[in-house]
């Protein structure tokens, strides 16, 4: 297995509907686990971190599935602005800030 | 969060030469990183900047190719040494700020070598 691993997509999304993607990880081990956001010939931004118990952030629902290895995204109600590539960024040496390994981001667009 | 910049923002060079990125923070971080993300892929973690000593280097890469400084804990400089057309690349730092290990980057320095 990958790594980190991510569908690159696209996906070609409605403006206003909901989509959601997942990232799978190799190390059971892992601990600390986040999405980030890269808009075109931008650095990185990031999203948010997500938490064993799921953690939501307005229109964005994160979700972390230890048994399975994976961690998920869900946007609702999605903008064109939401138009982007979303890096799943998990930490595989188990703590430490050397340790995030990026997934090559799934690209998301969301069509007028 | 940190303000964090970066010189030059881009940059085209000739095979042979070295060229010397600059990253600076507007506050002190202990934890100071330097990635490269090559065209349609993701980031690759090159070296821990560390503050009064040498860096830590991942698997792949080494110091004589990409030298590192970090004198203080506000600024570190990257150098890509002898490139060669495959250093083609987009080249990040980022910082360590608030929570053990969530990262903030530098807009990037994007470099062609021809």
């Known amino acids: 297995r990958k790594e980190v691993e991510q569908d690159p997509g696209p996906f070609n999304v409605p403006e206003g509907a909901t989509v959601a993607f997942n990232c799978t990880y190799s190390n059971s081990a892992s601990q600390s686990f986040f999405w980030y956001r890269q808009d075109c010939r931008k650095e990185p931004k990031l999203l948010m971190s997500?938490?064993?118990s799921g953690n939501e952030d307005g229109r964005f629902t994160a979700q972390l599935n230890r048994a399975s290895q994976y961690i998920s995204l869900l946007i609702r109600d999605s903008k064109l602005s939401d138009s982007a590539t979303y890096l799943c960024?998990?930490?595989?040496?188990?703590?430490?800030?050397?340790?995030?390994?990026f997934g090559k981001g799934t690209h998301l667009i969301i069509q007028p | 969060s940190a303000v964090i910049s970066q010189k030059p923002s881009r940059d085209i060079c000739q095979r042979g030469t070295s060229l010397t990125i600059q990253c600076q923070v507007d506050?002190?971080?202990?934890?100071m990183f330097w990635y490269r993300q090559q065209p349609g892929q993701s980031l690759t973690l090159i070296a821990t900047?560390?503050?009064?000593?040498?860096?830590?280097?991942e698997s792949g890469f080494v110091i004589d190719k990409f030298p590192i400084s970090r004198p203080n804990l506000t600024f570190s400089t990257l150098t890509v040494s002898n490139m060669s057309p495959e250093d083609s690349s987009i080249y990040l730092c980022s910082v360590v700020v608030g929570g053990i290990d969530t990262q903030y980057f530098g807009p990037g320095t994007r470099l062609t070598v021809l």
């Open positions: 900047a560390n503050q009064g000593s040498e860096a830590t280097y």
């Open positions: 997500v938490y064993s």
């Open positions: 506050s002190q971080v202990t934890m």
């Open positions: 960024v998990v930490n595989l040496r188990g703590g430490g800030a050397d340790g995030l390994t």
